[in-house]
C-alpha cells in the first residue's frame, strides 16, 4: 500500500535561517505531489506542485521554493525565513495523470514557527 | 476557474446533534466531489468522495450527495459526537482541467460538545 512521510514534525527556526522541509511517498510511481500551507485558523494554500522529476509549478510568489530530486521526494526550502512563513505544512501525493475519483493523500504535516 | 464555495463556521453543536455543512462548487467539466476531515495537528484524510451525478458518499455515519442540478455536495451526519470535533474540508477534482491539483474550500471548524 501507499505511504506519505513527512518530517520533521515540528520545527522552531529562528528568522533569516534556512529551511528544508522533506516529504517522501511509497509504494506508488510517477505520482503528482504538492506542498501547501495552513496559516493559523485558514483554509488551505498551495504552494507547489510537481507532475514529474524536475517539473515544480509554482503557486504563490514568496521566499519558498520546491524541488524534486527524485519521482518520489518532494522537498520544500527556504533560504532565509521570515516570521509570516510560520504555519502548518503539509505534503500530499496523487495519482497520475488526475481523472475521475482521483483523491489526494496527505502527510501528517509540519508544524513550523519562525522566531 | 473552478472553485469551490463551504460555509465557513465555526459550527458548534451539542452532541447527538444533526449536521449540515455547506458546500457548492461550480467548474468547467464534470468534477468529482471530496470531503476531507482534518483533527488537530493533523493532516487531511479523506472523508468520502462521489464521482458522479447523483452519488451518494458516506463514511462514518457522514454522508454526501453530488447534486448537479444545484452544484452542491453537502455534508450531513445525524448524531454527532464529541470525537467528530474537527475541520472539514469540501474539494473537487475536475478532469477538464487536466493533471492539476484539487481545488479546496476554505474548511468548516465543527466543535461538538458534551
Known amino acids: 500500500s501507499q505511504t506519505i512521510h513527512q518530517w520533521p514534525a515540528t520545527l522552531v527556526q529562528p528568522v533569516g535561517s534556512p529551511l528544508s522541509l522533506e516529504c517522501t511517498v511509497e509504494g506508488t510511481s510517477n505520482p503528482n505531489l504538492y506542498w501547501y500551507r495552513q496559516a493559523a485558523g485558514r483554509g488551505l494554500q498551495l504552494l507547489f506542485y510537481?507532475?514529474?522529476?524536475?517539473?515544480i509549478s509554482s503557486e504563490v510568489p514568496q521566499n519558498l521554493s520546491a524541488s524534486r530530486p527524485q519521482d518520489r521526494q518532494f522537498i520544500l526550502s527556504s533560504k532565509k525565513l521570515l516570521l509570516s512563513d510560520s504555519g502548518f505544512y503539509l505534503c500530499?501525493?496523487?495519482?497520475?495523470?488526475?481523472?475521475?475519483?482521483?483523491?489526494?493523500?496527505f502527510g501528517q504535516g509540519t508544524r513550523l514557527t519562525v522566531v | 476557474g473552478d472553485s469551490v464555495t463551504q460555509m465557513e463556521g465555526p459550527v458548534t453543536l451539542s452532541e447527538e446533534a444533526f449536521l449540515t455543512i455547506n458546500c457548492t462548487y461550480t467548474a468547467t467539466g464534470y468534477p468529482s466531489l471530496f470531503w476531507y476531515v482534518q483533527y488537530p495537528g493533523e493532516g487531511l484524510q479523506l472523508l468520502l468522495k462521489?464521482?458522479?451525478?447523483?452519488d451518494k458518499g458516506s463514511n462514518k455515519g457522514f454522508e454526501a450527495t453530488y447534486r448537479k442540478e444545484t452544484t452542491s455536495f453537502h455534508l450531513e451526519k445525524g448524531s454527532v459526537q464529541v470525537s467528530d470535533s474537527a475541520v472539514y474540508f469540501c474539494a473537487l477534482s475536475d478532469p477538464s482541467s487536466g493533471n492539476t491539483p484539487l481545488v479546496f474550500g476554505k474548511g468548516t471548524r465543527l466543535s461538538v460538545i458534551a
Open positions: 462521489a464521482t458522479k451525478a447523483d
Open positions: 500530499a501525493w496523487s495519482v497520475s495523470p488526475g481523472g475521475y475519483g482521483t483523491e489526494a493523500f
Open positions: 510537481s507532475v514529474g522529476i524536475g517539473q
